[in-house]
């Protein structure tokens, strides 16, 4: 039998194709809403912020790195998490809370220096990121 000899019903046929759909935009809010959990809750819900950024927790961060810094949003969640989940340290996240937004506002004013704080810091967002990295290799 040569390759000629096949008939056109034979041929193997090509898998169907789904028909063409236009692309869809998907919107899941606003990026820092969807790292920090934004329930929608402003800095009125919380006392208020002494004159600076418009956050939740992490004002030492804040005043570290910036509002807007990718570390000052990692460690807000982390904390967040870890506070909620009470995992070891949530006492002290506690006391943070109490006591980070004041510590914070002295060190904006200038009377609290900053590299007396960013050694700490700089060891919770390394922390934050293996803690991070462990999640995302469990989730797979």
């Given at each position: 039998m ?10 193997p046929?090509a ?5 063409y759909?236009?692309?869809r935009?998907?919107?899941?809010g ?8 934004g ?6 819900d ?8 418009n956050s ?8 570290l790195?910036g509002v ?5 949003l ?8 870890a506070?909620?989940e009470r995992?070891?340290?949530w006492q ?6 109490r ?5 914070a506002?002295l ?6 220096p900053?590299g007396?704080f960013?050694p700490l ?5 390394n ?9 995302l290799?469990a989730?797979?």
């Amino acid at each position: 039998m040569s390759p000629t000899d096949n008939a056109a019903g034979s041929r193997p046929s090509a898998p169907k194709k789904k028909p063409y759909a236009p692309p869809r935009l998907v919107s899941y809010g606003h990026v820092k809403d969807i790292v920090q959990g934004g329930g929608g809750r402003t800095t009125k819900d919380f006392g208020g912020a002494k004159g600076f950024g418009n956050s939740k927790s992490c004002w030492i961060a804040e005043a570290l790195y910036g509002v807007d810094d990718p570390r000052t949003l990692l460690l807000r969640a982390w904390l967040s998490v870890a506070y909620d989940e009470r995992r070891p340290g949530w006492q002290f996240i506690a006391v943070y809370r109490r006591y980070g937004r004041t510590t914070a506002d002295l060190i904006y004013r200038g009377y609290l220096p900053r590299g007396l704080f960013r050694p700490l810091f700089n060891v919770l967002v390394n922390k934050a990121l293996d803690e991070s990295a462990q999640t995302l290799i469990a989730y797979r």
